[in-house]
Nanobody
Framework: QVQLVESGGGLVQAGGSLRLSCVAPGSTFRWNAMGWFRQAPGKEREFLTAITWSAGTTYADSVKGRFTISRDNTKNTLYLQMNSLKVEDTAVYYC???????????????WGQGTQVTVSS
């Protein structure tokens, strides 16, 4: 079973920042595009952003200009820097490998357990 491990979530006030990390097995990370999606209670999965092996990126309009995705290919680690957080960013955040470019919320092949992000007003 593929295991990706997300971390870095927590409680933050609106306007604050968080940095999420995701460690993936080398077999999942190497050469693959990786991305982040989130899911809030009662809502559909929402694609956020993705990055190719060579660092090409794409973002959902809802996070463009506030979130930045990056990856360290030497550490099999994916990052999500989240700035100017809003209450509506509250959700469980997942990382995973993507099988299509540009990806949508249904194009993730595997993902971890997620990390909770809660933004208070």
């Amino acid at each position: 079973q593929v295991q990706l491990v997300e971390s870095g979530g927590g409680l933050v006030q609106a306007g604050g920042s968080l940095r999420l990390s995701c460690v993936a097995p080398g077999s999942t990370f190497r050469w693959n595009a990786m991305g982040w999606f989130r899911q809030a209670p009662g809502k559909e999965r929402e694609f956020l952003t993705a990055i190719t092996w060579s660092a090409g990126t794409t973002y959902a309009d809802s996070v463009k200009g506030r979130f930045t995705i990056s990856r360290d290919n030497t550490k099999n680690t994916l990052y999500l820097q989240m700035n100017s957080l809003k209450v509506e960013d509250t959700a469980v955040y997942y990382c995973g490998s993507v099988r299509r470019w540009p990806p949508t919320s249904t194009d993730f092949d595997s993902w971890g357990q997620g990390t909770q992000v809660t933004v208070s007003s």
